[in-house]
């Protein structure tokens, strides 16, 4: 009954999803809505996962300062993880939620510098916190709440003085004093001296245009100048004049009028003040944050200074009552009961038999992520769907209350152990695609616009002669249809070189050969090789009307363009070109396709010619297949002899008979 009663101030857990971890929250009001519900107000308290990469960084940093600080042993690498998951940041930020709801209890603590951290692992259901997150700003700040001891913020007391002993510091520089008690004036004298300061202080408001208008009544004015800024300044006055009456009563109305002392009380407007209650009602007595947020013209000394005389007031009185005769109307406490409906994310039935691994659409043979353990009498989906990941019961219920796993995971960027590597060996397609961060759109575009880096992977000269050497352990072929399965890379070589022949024991002979300069290099390529100016690429300019008015070629897919797209003449495969009235193929109704920086193709085109087309006749189609598959090898190809010319009669060039014309 008391584990299911929830009162304000409480810590628990709340859910919001049936596969997402529990939100932790504070109660802060329990309200009854118009339809019969409870409400829950609450502060909200985020983990290590709800912020973002930077912050994180700064967590880790201040986590490290705190265990060098206070001295704390050191953690082994799961209890750091599994620590980071007992990690809250507290915030300032409300919401409302269900109280049905509400899934248990939970306990969340300040860290002190007295606290171990493995400790907080040994209790069920215990967080603390050390900083501050606004949700906002997206910044973490320390909280304000740490005890200052130490040398920087106490004074060092001096050893006490023995009897008889003078104390030969200036007393001037230690201390000011403000009041003798041993003065010459008794009491009624002191008395009647105040009296003539309030009526000063009085007169002195009526003169004051701004006094006048806050204190419109002679009793206002009055009370204003009653105020323990008026009765300091009078003592303070009997002070400065050798407490001489006459002296001090001439101080306080000089030659330009009455002196008028005023405290935060009057200085602040009534818009101010009222600014002031409602940052109070938010932010409680964190004077900074109210300073900053609602009143930033004012000083930090003036705001603390207010809260201080607006406590003696009636206003503070007034508003004490009316929060004491809301929170008497308000609920105290709620009976939640235990939350008995099954998560959806279970994947076998509670009537299954327990430790056998497969449900409805899962994969045998799989383990927990978390724990790795191959039984459990009851499995929770966790993760992608397309992963098939699963949680065992004690997994499934340290991931909603902490928000993690107890062991770092390949989704958590750990590798997993070598003796999992076999069942997850071979991923799908699918399954790849769902680890990818290119999986969607949006990433593929982020891809491309990347610069695109080249890399060559090169081989040893051992490795490529154990390729050769031990080519019946190493099985190429099995290897390449199975390029996911590992090789025992050092293994090969060691059985590689014990199978290679002993070298000899005269050492080979090496001849120096000295290298040019590199000035004589670059002198050498430019001579075999001058710099020539690259003429600038613009549109094809069109020869004629015809080929002004032709559209340009749709582009493939794949970015590659035809020779009519480089030239800007379109051109049939057989060389000739098209002349006017003629279609191409290509010119059909195809909307232009982006292509985009990273899929740009290569400018270079190579066009045949006649002779080359012409050539091409006299290769026989096996010669054409090889020249295809060996694009390195020169062609041979064999002409045939030219026919032989017929002997023509010579006709002489000139004559010297006349031409005849006949009709």
Not at 188 to 199: K, N
Not at 397 to 404: D, F, H
Not at 413 to 426: C, F, I, N, T, Y
């Amino acid at each position: 009954m008391a584990a299911n009663m929830y009162r304000v101030g409480d810590y628990v857990y709340f859910e919001n999803s049936s596969s997402n971890p529990y939100l932790i929250r504070r109660i802060e009001e329990l309200n009854k809505t118009a339809n019969g519900n409870v409400e829950a107000k609450v502060v909200c308290l985020f983990r290590r996962r709800d912020i973002s990469g930077n912050l994180n960084t700064l967590a880790d940093s201040n986590a490290r300062e705190f265990e060098e600080e206070s001295k704390q042993p050191t953690p082994s690498e799961q209890q750091k993880h599994q620590l980071k998951h007992r990690e809250l940041f507290l915030s300032r930020q409300f919401e409302s939620l269900p109280a049905t709801h509400i899934r248990g209890k939970c306990n969340v603590t300040l860290l002190n510098e007295t606290d171990v951290l493995p400790g907080y692992l040994e209790k069920e259901d215990c967080f603390f916190y050390s900083l501050v997150f606004d949700p906002v700003q997206k910044t973490l700040l320390a909280d304000q709440g740490e005890i200052r001891v130490g040398s920087k913020y106490q004074a060092d007391i001096p050893d006490k003085l023995a009897e008889g002993e003078s104390d030969n510091r200036i007393q001037e520089k230690l201390e000011t004093k403000v009041w003798d008690p041993n003065n010459q004036l008794k009491d009624p004298q002191i008395d009647q001296f105040l009296v003539v300061a309030r009526a000063v202080g009085t007169f002195a408001r009526a003169l004051d245009c701004s006094s006048s208008i806050r204190q419109p009544s002679l009793h206002m004015s009055a009370a204003a100048a009653s105020r323990d800024i008026t009765l300091f300044h009078a003592m303070d006055t009997l002070q400065k004049n050798g407490y001489d009456l006459a002296k001090a009563m001439s101080t306080l109305v000089p030659q330009g009028g009455p002196v008028l002392c005023r405290d935060e009380m009057e200085e602040w407007s009534a818009s101010e003040a009222m600014l002031f209650e409602e940052a109070l009602e938010k932010y409680g007595k964190d004077f900074n944050d109210i300073r900053q947020d609602f009143l930033p013209w004012k000083s930090l000394a003036s705001v603390v200074q207010f809260y201080y005389m607006w406590k003696t007031t009636d206003r503070y009185i007034q508003q004490k009552r009316l929060k004491a005769a809301e929170a008497d109307s308000k609920l105290k406490q709620v009976y939640i009961p235990t939350y008995t409906k099954p998560n959806p994310n279970q994947i076998m039935a509670p009537g299954s038999k327990p430790g056998i691994n497969g449900a409805a659409g899962f994969q045998k043979g799989l383990s927990c992520e978390s724990c790795h353990t191959a039984q459990s009498p009851q499995w929770y989906a966790w993760g992608p769907p397309n992963m098939q990941c699963r949680l065992c019961a004690s997994c499934w219920i340290y991931w909603k209350k902490y928000g993690g796993l107890k062991t770092p995971t390949q989704l958590e960027g750990a590798a997993r152990a070598g003796s999992e590597s076999g069942p997850r060996g071979h991923m799908t397609r699918q399954e790849v695609q769902g680890m990818s961060p290119f999986t969607r759109n949006e990433g593929r575009a982020k891809l491309l616009a990347k610069n695109r880096q080249t890399f060559i992977l090169q081989t040893t000269k051992l490795t490529r002669i154990a390729r050769r050497v031990c080519e019946d352990i190493l099985q190429p072929h099995r290897a390449a249809r199975r390029p996911y399965a590992s090789i025992n890379a050092n293994a090969v070589k060691a059985e590689c070189i014990i199978r290679l022949p002993k070298a000899t024991k005269t050492p080979l002979k090496t001849k120096l050969v000295p290298r040019p300069s590199l000035a004589n290099i670059v002198k050498d390529l430019a001579i075999s090789a001058p710099l020539k100016l690259k003429a600038s690429r613009g549109p094809p300019t069109p020869i004629n009307r015809n080929q002004a008015s032709q559209p340009r070629v749709g582009q493939s897919l794949l970015g590659k363009r035809g020779f009519d797209s480089a030239t800007g003449i379109p051109y049939p495969a057989n060389g000739r070109p098209y002349t006017s009235g003629m279609r191409t193929t290509s010119q059909s109704v195809i909307k232009r396709q982006k292509v985009s920086q990273g899929e740009a193709p290569n400018p270079v085109v190579f066009v045949a010619t006649k002779d080359t087309r012409a050539l091409r006749k006299h290769l026989t189609q096996s010669e054409m297949r090889r020249a295809a598959r060996k694009p390195h090898l020169l062609v041979r190809i064999k002409l045939p002899p030219p026919p032989r010319s017929l002997a023509m009669p010579l006709l002489p060039s000139s004559t010297s008979e006349p031409i005849v014309l006949e009709d």
